[in-house]
């Protein structure tokens, strides 16, 4: 049995002693960002031998087309229903999209929207890569972002969920400053990276992410509305004496279909007509953190027993 990676050490949520309180600005309750995963998926992918991109056979139309349908067709439509409600995207881009669909690229720019990388393509994984061909893979991609909108991406989320042992490692050390793989908190925390460099995990929700509601657990969109406005409630409360954050993953070819977009839409009024909601983006809350907190929650203990190096 392999040890425990010691990203970050056990630290009990909601008792003040232990942790700093957090403020956000203009002293919001809780954060709140939305991440549509805007991805290109290969019709015929490399085999890998730990995971099947398509569960058809070559050539796997049903598949292929229902995600080419959510960049022609769903992504405007979400896109749309953010402008209305003022929240700006933080996109878990695969990079390859960036030649396939420039004009999405450019859409998202022109409203400020963040791009944050999700690898290259959602059918090329991590599983059996080697450290050299990670960090190439990685590297390519934060490139091929800085380059297509002139800001290295701050935030990484690993194509398909595909992680190793030194993902987190990686990014940091290629000058990345949060992840959105570890799920373990409704707070940023503090991670630790073999660098020593501040780095944080900023809270990304599989629990209302979009495709593990309608295709894992298989949830109609009015009960999915719910759960948004549910988790929001709790959050916001709990925010009151220290801030949280409540992430949306979406992806454009699930959340946007004709029949589910109503349910989001009201949840996304339900949350905007309240008053303490930060409406941010990953970057944001990340800087704001690693400016603001990361230092007293690392002297509170926040990686106590965990070998870190803490920056001035």
């Not at 002293?27 to 709140?32: D, I, K, M, S, V």
């Not at 409203?111 to 080697?130: A, D, L, Q, V």
């Not at 996304?268 to 941010?280: A, D, F, I, K, N």
Request: proline residues 7%.
């Amino acid at each position: 049995m392999k040890a425990d990676p010691g990203l970050y050490a056990h630290w009990p949520y909601g008792l003040a002693r232990e942790r700093p309180r957090i403020t956000w600005p203009g002293g919001a309750r809780l954060a709140f960002w939305v991440a549509p995963n805007i991805e290109f998926y290969e019709l015929d992918p490399p085999k890998n031998p730990q995971r099947a991109a398509w569960p058809h056979p070559y050539p796997a139309v049903p598949g292929y087309s229902t995600r080419d349908w959510g960049n022609r067709v769903g992504h405007m439509r979400q896109m749309k229903l953010l402008d209305k409600y003022g929240v700006r995207g933080s996109i878990s881009l695969s990079t390859a999209l960036i030649d396939h669909h420039p004009e999405i690229v450019a859409m998202c720019r022109e409203r400020n929207w963040e791009f944050f990388t999700h690898g290259i393509y959602n059918t090329r994984y991590t599983y059996g890569m080697s450290e050299a061909q990670e960090r190439a893979m990685i590297l390519d991609s934060i490139e091929s972002i800085e380059r297509a909108v002139g800001c290295r991406p701050a935030g990484y989320l690993a194509p398909a969920l595909s992680h190793s042992e030194v993902t987190v490692d990686l990014f940091a050390e290629l000058g990345g400053l949060y992840t959105c793989d570890l799920f373990h908190d409704d707070q940023p925390t503090p991670v630790r990276v073999r660098s020593g460099k501040p780095f944080v995990s900023v809270p990304y929700s599989l629990e209302l992410n979009d495709t593990i509601v309608y295709v894992v657990n298989k949830i109609e969109p009015r009960r999915y509305g719910q759960m948004i406005k549910d988790a929001f409630d709790r959050l916001y409360a709990e925010g009151a004496d220290s801030g949280t954050v409540m992430c949306i993953p979406t992806h454009n070819y699930q959340v946007s279909c004709p029949h589910r977009l109503k349910a989001f839409e009201e949840a996304l009024e339900y949350v905007t007509g309240h008053r303490g909601v930060w409406l941010s983006t990953g970057r944001e809350i990340a800087e704001h953190y690693l400016a603001h907190h990361h230092a007293a929650a690392v002297a509170a203990g926040a990686l106590a027993g965990l070998p870190i190096t803490v920056s001035a």
